[in-house]
């Protein structure tokens, strides 16, 4: 069963615009989140992270939106940069350990200069 | 380098045969994950060990795979019988946490399995 879902295989924004990437999860127990960002090649890298106390999260360029009630987060970039191109995965970690992440299967963004 | 690191990159054998990769955390972290990822996916939970002690295991993991992390330090996957449906790519992370709480996690570059 996917536990945490991304619906968009595939994203393009032009340089410079904002990128929305969207993740939704099934499980209200989940009470933490992160994104990962993945170059062809190399594992991924943690990018920004958000506990469910808060329902935003921004570092520099990036920012992480959450939506409890809708299950619901999302990152924004803005401006969006070609570097950012890469395989971005959410994330939540199973809430009982803590240890375990469940991750989302995927968005590729695409940022054309 | 400080990162995780994993051995091999790549891996092609035959059906049938064992194989077993290795991963190198980052030193000083306690808690160390596999994963798998095949094409399309997410990475997929495996199996962790804090320290020494390998404290959970996914129903993914059938009795041909087997982990071990002696001394706490690297940690090998191994492999027997290797089957079609088990290549994929094999994700080895690490962390530095304390009782459930939610820590990020390092990953290494992964040791990509090709059964034929």
């Known amino acids: 069963d996917q536990q945490v879902k991304q619906n968009s295989p595939s994203l393009s924004v032009q340089e410079g615009r904002i990128s929305i990437l969207n993740c939704d999860y099934t499980?209200?127990?989940?009470?933490?989140f992160l994104w990962y960002k993945k170059y062809p090649a190399e594992g991924p890298t943690f990018l920004i992270s958000?506990?469910?106390?808060?329902d935003k999260n921004e570092d520099g360029r990036f920012t992480v939106f959450l939506n409890k009630s809708a299950k619901h987060l999302s990152l924004h970039i803005v401006p969006s940069q070609p570097g950012d191109s890469a395989v971005y995965f959410c994330a939540a970690p199973r809430s009982n350990t803590g240890n375990q992440f469940y991750f989302g299967t995927g968005t590729s963004l695409t940022v054309i200069p | 380098d400080t990162g995780v690191s994993q051995d091999p990159r790549h891996k092609i054998t035959k059906r049938g045969q064992n194989v077993t990769f290795r991963c190198d955390p980052i030193?000083?972290?306690?808690?160390l994950y596999w994963y798998r990822q095949t094409l399309g996916q997410g990475p997929e939970f495996l199996t962790y060990f804090q320290n020494e002690a390998q404290l959970e295991k996914s129903r993914l993991l059938s009795d041909r795979f087997s982990a071990e992390r002696p001394k706490g330090s690297f940690s090998t996957l191994e492999i027997q019988r290797t089957e079609q449906g088990d290549s994929a790519m094999y994700l080895c992370?690490?962390?530095?946490?304390?009782?459930?709480?939610?820590?990020?996690?390092?990953f290494g570059p992964g040791t990509r399995l090709t059964v034929l």
């Open positions: 030193s000083e972290h306690n808690r």
């Open positions: 992370a690490s962390s530095w946490a304390s009782g459930s709480s939610y820590n990020e996690q390092f």
């Open positions: 958000i506990s469910s106390i808060k």
């Open positions: 499980n209200s127990m989940f009470d933490y």
